[in-house]
């Protein structure tokens, strides 16, 4: 069975630090990973979309970026950390047969 | 932006049925109806999705109208655990999926 991991599970990080979030999936090859991000009270945003190792799609201009190094993992980075970028991280895989979207624990992001 | 409209929030009782409308007068031949809820402070979960007939599920049953610009979540006996935001999403191959601000159910003991 496919299971998807986050981590780390909470941060908080300063204004100006960079950032580094992994996200890694099991059971499955070559899936379409996807970054969410969720503002507090707010709907799901979709940050990034990779449909293969290399292939980022960007779907919202910002201080953020992905990269997908393996397969299976999927990474989400800053350089520099705004306020705005508090909130909570989500990665995603989506199925081969239904194609329904398979989210991860979450990173909840707190920048001060 | 989201092709569905949900009523923002819904009260039901612990062990009744809770119906969840949504309506998507706009869909396409080719598109399909995707539930999935988020529960607080966790990521989203896929509940059950369809095209055109009606699907069931262990965890729910989804109602298409025959026009399919309509349909209804029906948790059968909704439990304090069902408390959860509730999303309804339009969807074809090649798209992403557009979470819009969903329905958030309160199952009410």
């Known amino acids: 069975s496919q299971t998807i991991h986050q981590w780390p599970a909470t941060l908080v990080q300063p204004v100006g630090s960079p950032l580094s979030l992994e996200c890694t999936v099991e059971?499955?090859?070559?899936?379409?990973l996807y970054w969410y991000r969720q503002a507090a009270g707010r709907g799901l945003q979709l940050l990034f979309y990779?449909?293969?190792?290399?292939?980022i799609s960007s779907e919202v201009p910002q201080n953020l970026s992905a990269s997908r190094p393996q397969d299976r993992q999927f990474i989400l980075s800053s350089k520099k950390l705004l306020l705005s970028d508090s909130g909570f991280y989500l990665c995603?895989?989506?199925?081969?047969?239904?194609?329904?979207?398979?989210f991860g624990p979450g990173t909840r992001l707190t920048v001060t | 932006d989201a092709k569905t409209t949900q009523p923002p929030s819904m009260d039901c009782a612990e062990g009744r049925a809770a119906n969840l409308p949504c309506n998507h007068s706009?869909?396409?031949?080719?598109?399909?109806v995707y539930w999935y809820r988020q529960i607080h402070s966790q990521g989203p979960q896929y509940i059950i999705h369809?095209?055109?007939n009606n699907e069931t599920n262990e965890m729910a049953s989804l109602i298409i109208t025959e026009d399919r610009k309509s349909s209804t979540l029906i948790l059968p006996h909704a439990t304090l655990r069902d408390t959860a935001v509730y999303y309804c999403?339009?969807?074809?191959?090649?798209?992403?999926?557009?979470f819009g601000p969903g329905t958030r159910l309160s199952v009410l003991p």
């Open positions: 706009t869909i396409s031949g080719n598109e399909y």
């Open positions: 059971g499955t090859s070559n899936p379409n």
């Open positions: 995603a895989y989506q199925g081969i047969v239904s194609y329904e979207q398979y």
């Open positions: 369809g095209l055109k």
């Open positions: 990779s449909v293969g190792i290399g292939q």
């Open positions: 999403i339009v969807w074809t191959y090649g798209q992403n999926f557009v």
